[in-house]
């Protein structure tokens, strides 16, 4: 574990464990999609070691052992609930889980238990450590919630080491999807710049009712296509990845897809063009869902 390189704004104390507060920065950040995050994770700050192993088991399918491991300092940057940071716990030496949002406090209360963290309230531009410091950095679902995600990952890979790796994943441009779901999507687009500006309580209930109305019928649908046309058709059928997913993970996904304020997306050649300008070589994107998450080493 490694000092702070700066001074902390204040302290919290939780259980018994401090959790060390710094500026959010104020020139990369959108701070209301941090607080509508910070009530996000609030919500949904508990998941099943099944849950968290599942999800966990899909976005780190492309890492081995080679780069994440016992002898790893990593850093989880955007760590929200915390979920990332406990699948990682037994497979990495410590962990630094930094998050611009009040949701490190509930985080820590959940993983109050693991030894080998740190929780941190920071922003991608005032990351407390010096650069060339981890040997292993991940941002899971959250540059793309940041004004300029080019230079919010410029800012995360300075604080990794060379020849260190980083798991990263940005939403995908549908850039593998046909013109319907496109067209789908973009519906979906609109009602969200609706929704992600109601009261915080409205939003969330309305989420709740976008998942029971849109979300489960479509999985319902996927899987009936599934059972009765041989082939892959069902993969097809728009949220077929929630076919295996709990009610809990299907509810946090329609907020997080609903309720946000800022959300950008990218297709594989903008993600490797600003992977390579932050310093990174070997790009390795998973072909699996969810799109796009990729594994990139530091020069």
């Known amino acids: 574990m490694q000092p702070y390189n700066t001074s902390e704004l204040s302290k919290r104390k939780i259980g018994k464990r401090e959790v060390h507060c710094f500026h959010p920065g104020e020139e990369n950040i959108d701070l209301e999609t941090v607080q509508s995050f910070g009530e996000e994770w609030l919500k949904f700050n508990a998941f099943s070691a099944e849950e968290i192993k599942s999800a966990g088991d899909q976005y780190f399918d492309i890492v081995t052992e080679k780069e994440l491991n016992d002898s790893s300092y990593v850093l989880d940057l955007g760590c929200g609930s915390g979920r990332w940071t406990k699948y990682m716990a037994s497979k990495s030496k410590f962990i630094e889980a930094v998050d611009p949002s009040h949701a490190v406090f509930s985080a820590i209360q959940a993983y109050n238990d693991l030894d080998n963290v740190r929780f941190t309230q920071a922003g991608v531009d005032t990351i407390p450590f010096n650069d060339n410091t981890f040997d292993f950095v991940i941002s899971l679902g959250v540059l793309h919630h940041i004004p300029d995600t080019e230079k919010a990952l410029t800012s995360l890979i300075r604080k990794l080491k060379p020849g260190g790796h980083a798991l990263i994943y940005l939403y995908y441009a549908l850039d593998n999807r046909g013109f319907l779901f496109r067209f ?34 479509l999985i319902g649908l ?49 993600i490797t063009s600003m992977l390579k300008a932050a310093g990174m070589s070997i790009v390795r994107f998973s072909e699996n869902e969810p799109y796009w998450h990729v594994l990139a080493q530091k020069k």
């Open 184 to 217: 789908i999507f973009n519906v979906s687009t609109l009602v969200r710049r609706v929704v992600s500006k109601l009261p915080h309580a409205l939003k969330q209930f309305i989420c709740d009712l976008l998942a029971i109305c849109i979300y489960l019928p």
């Open 222 to 270: 996927s899987k009936l296509v599934k059972a009765i046309v041989p082939g892959k058709l069902h993969m097809k059928i728009p949220l077929v990845y929630y076919r295996d997913k709990s009610w809990n993970i299907i509810r946090n996904d329609a907020l997080d897809r609903f309720g946000t304020p800022l959300e950008q997306r990218f297709n594989k050649v903008q």
